[in-house]
């Protein structure tokens, strides 16, 4: 028989009502002949609201009880989307990912999954299932415990299952009908595009476009799987949505693709550190240890032997990484003056293949920003990409500013 992955998130399992739509979807692909593995996330606001709980109950928790609770979320939609199933006269079952099972690393709350074995749905669509619901986001360490992905993880799921089961396709039905030059949340002038290539996707779900979780576009990439974004609202034919292909499945691209944008963004400055070797390491060593994602490094121009050190962070991980200095300055590791933190910083990034190609964007972009008035306060880039930090109010300015500076309103 052949397979789908059909992956519905959150806004499309969001009420009872929601979830008879989506298996009515997958009622006709059963009836176009195919087997179906889908992949359920949690409720609309319910993953939120679990994660609020862990936090209320306890502030530097256990990340192996924060994923024991957050993980509930998809266990919930996997057993209704099942039932209403059922109710269709498809035969279906709920899988939970240790049932499956999906294994994964220990790292609790943003684990790796290791391994999809397929003996038992396989051995279920044998005995006449034909509809593996299977919970999103989840899977089993080789402890026995229960992991979580990380934010968004159910796409990851959803590719990996298609990859393991070699699916004809892996669909993510969403509330946006594909993916855009800019999240169309932020300007009504955001384009859907028919075909992404890998690159640009994962480079651009990185920088924070939520549409597909990054590792999701990674595991597609690797295993060339078939990945389609869709609307869940719509009626779709073949051509709906948005294909994340290879980049020579693409006729002619833009030079820049699109704006992503991250909004909980941390710039923490390191104010007068001794600058000799070692020091970035003596820095950076704890901060990962203490599981603080640095994004974004400068080091200023050393005066008398010292220097500023600045990094980005997400906003949330401010408290661990003033809390892992501190540590290192007391353990007499690292010395600094102070450690001055601005929360109100956002980062902004202009993403395509074509950048390789084309010199220029970036000059572009700050010519951009400039006309806006938007200082920037730190500069990365790579061959396909450019990020800046610049002040959150700015946030929509700088990704309209981009969008029209780089004509994405013309782009398809
Ligand atoms: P789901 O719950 O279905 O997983 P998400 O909220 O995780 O949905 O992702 C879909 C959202 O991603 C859209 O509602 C949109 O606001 C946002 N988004 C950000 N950037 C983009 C983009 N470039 N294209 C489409 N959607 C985007
Ligand atoms: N429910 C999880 C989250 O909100 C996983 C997902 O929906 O992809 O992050
Ligand atoms: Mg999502």
């Not at 679990?50 to 266990?75: I, M």
């Not at 999809?116 to 669509?125: E, M, Q, S, V, Y």
């Not at 992991?147 to 990859?163: E, I, K, Q, Y």
């Amino acid at each position: 028989m052949p397979l789908l992955v059909m992956k519905f998130g959150g806004t499309s399992v969001a009420t009872l009502d929601r979830i008879r739509r989506a298996s009515k979807r997958v009622g006709r692909e059963v009836a176009n002949g195919y087997d179906v593995i889908v992949i359920v996330s949690a409720m609309a606001g319910k993953t939120n609201e679990l994660v609020g709980w862990v936090g209320d109950t306890s502030p530097l928790y256990d990340a192996r009880e924060y994923d024991a609770v957050v993980s509930s979320g998809e266990q919930v939609t996997a057993g209704l989307m099942a039932l209403t199933l059922q109710e269709m006269d498809v035969p279906a079952r709920s899988w939970q990912g240790w049932q499956v099972p999906l294994k994964t690393t220990n790292a609790h709350a943003s684990a790796r999954i290791e391994e999809i074995p397929t003996d038992n749905l396989n051995a279920k669509f044998a005995e006449g299932m034909k509809v593996a619901v299977v919970a999103g986001f989840q899977g089993i360490s080789n402890e026995g415990r229960i992991t979580t992905l990380g934010r968004g993880g159910s796409d990851t799921t959803a590719v990996a299952f298609a990859a393991a089961f070699g699916a004809e396709r892996c669909d993510i039905y969403t509330d946006v009908d594909g993916v855009y030059t800019t999240d169309p949340r932020v300007t009504k002038k955001a384009r859907k595009l028919d075909k992404i290539a890998f690159e640009e996707m994962l480079e651009l779900a990185s920088l924070g476009a939520k549409v597909l979780q990054t590792r999701s576009v990674e595991l597609a990439m690797r295993y060339k799987v078939r990945l389609r974004v869709l609307s869940s609202f719509e009626d779709n034919n073949e051509n709906a949505g948005t294909l994340v292909c290879d980049e020579d499945e693409i006729m002619e691209s833009n030079v820049v693709a699109g704006v992503a944008f991250s909004r909980d963004e941390a710039k923490m400055t390191l104010i007068s550190v001794a600058d000799r070797p070692g020091i970035a390491a003596a820095i950076f060593g704890p901060l990962s240890a203490a599981g603080v994602n640095v994004d974004m490094i400068v080091q200023n121009i050393s005066e008398d032997g010292r220097t500023d050190m600045t990094f980005s962070c997400p906003i949330d991980q401010v408290a661990r990484a003033d809390a892992a200095m501190q540590a290192a300055k007391d353990n007499g590791d690292i010395n600094y003056h102070d450690l001055v933190a601005d929360e109100e910083v956002c980062k902004v990034s202009v993403v395509g293949i074509g950048m390789r190609s084309h010199a220029g964007v970036a000059a572009q972009m700050f010519a951009a920003l400039k006309d806006e008035g938007i200082n920037i306060k730190v500069i990365t880039t790579s061959e396909i990409k450019i990020s800046v930090l610049i002040d959150r109010k700015y946030l929509e300015l700088a990704v309209q500013a981009l969008h029209d500076a780089f004509g994405l309103e013309r782009a398809a």
